[in-house]
């Protein structure tokens, strides 16, 4: 847990060393700094007794709400105290003085999880769509509401001036022209489309509603006296906040690959995964891995199955005579 709080400060360090223009080389050391605790910090023994691990969660709820709420103000400032400045003051005096109890520790973390929507909805309001890739996908969800070809009738450098973008967003190109066609797979229009008709002229907004349901995914399946940490990561991993709202790089694919590795000794764990793949390119790098620890799962399940119970012993209890297991039957 300590490992994962030094790895996302270091991200967050890269993003804001990139925010201000400093030196080339200050988010990389951050970025290399991060990989070297992720990779070390499991090998590490960390004891912590329970009132230590209480105030030490607490602290990095709080960390993590003001480095957002920092991330912010770098990118949008505020000319009077914000709702997301009040909110960060809240967090910081209930980490000083709530109580404990699981009553006020989700209190706690309802008031840190509306500091980061605050902050969120300011960067949202303030500042316009800044990638090509939220451009591409409101532009395409439009053309096909207009009954028209998403892909076939898509211009990137257009789509882009209609959002007052410049084409030099557009992916450049070999030949020094700039990639025009759609390149995204169809989830990723699909999915905003019905909102885009619904009248969402922003759809970072649904963006926004996907990361808050990633992190619940995440801090939900962790053990519970691990759940504050886990949550302060999430908040506070400003990489996070900067692609996914301020930039605009929709998170669905995320969503539904944490989705399908919390639901691995299930069927429909496929459905979601091929829904990431069908979503963004970048599942297409983290699939094959999901598929090989489930084919290695598989695998440990045969063999215990016929180690344990070989072909023709009755069971006693079902009266089934060998056969494959029920995960991996037909």
């Known amino acids: 847990m300590i490992a994962g ?5 270091a991200l967050s360090l890269g993003a804001v060393s990139v925010t201000l223009q400093l030196h080339p080389l200050a988010p990389f050391a951050a970025f290399a700094l991060g990989i070297a605790v992720l990779a070390i910090g499991p090998r590490v023994r960390w004891s912590l007794s329970e009132r230590d691990r209480d105030l030490a969660t607490r602290a990095a709820v709080a960390f993590a709400v003001l480095a957002a709420v920092g991330d912010r103000h770098l990118l949008v400032a505020s000319r009077a105290v914000a709702p997301d400045d009040v909110l960060a003051a809240i967090v910081v005096i209930g980490a000083l003085v709530l109580p404990a109890g699981p009553r006020w520790r989700a209190a706690g973390a309802g008031v840190a999880v509306a ?11 303030a500042r316009p769509y800044e990638s090509d890739a939220v451009a591409a996908a409101h532009g395409a969800a439009e053309l096909l509401l207009e009954g028209r070809h998403p892909y076939a009738d898509f211009d990137l450098v257009e789509q882009l001036a209609r959002f007052g973008l410049p084409p030099e967003y557009a992916t450049p190109l ?4 700039r990639l025009r066609s759609l390149d995204y797979p169809a989830l990723a229009f699909l999915v905003p489309a019905p909102f885009v008709a619904a009248g969402l002229t922003d759809v970072r907004i649904l963006y926004l509603a996907e990361l808050l349901g990633l992190f619940a995914l995440v801090t939900l399946s962790a053990a519970p006296r691990s759940r504050g940490v886990v949550l302060a990561v999430c908040l506070g991993n400003l990489v996070v906040l900067d692609q996914h709202v301020a930039a605009g790089v929709d998170p669905l694919w995320a969503v539904l690959l944490v989705g399908a590795f919390l639901a691995r000794e299930h069927r429909w764990s496929a459905i979601l995964l091929g829904l990431a793949v069908a979503t963004r390119q970048t599942a297409w790098l983290v699939a094959p891995f999901l598929i090989a620890l489930e084919r290695r799962q598989i695998n440990a399940d045969l063999r215990d199955h016929w180690v344990h119970r070989p072909p023709g012993i009755q069971d006693d209890e079902t009266g089934d005579r060998g056969g494959a297991p029920d995960r991996v039957a037909g």
């Open 5 to 9: 709080l030094i790895v996302t400060a």
């Open 174 to 177: 070999e030949d020094g022209t």
């Open 115 to 125: 500091a980061y929507v605050a902050v969120a909805a300011t960067l949202i309001v």
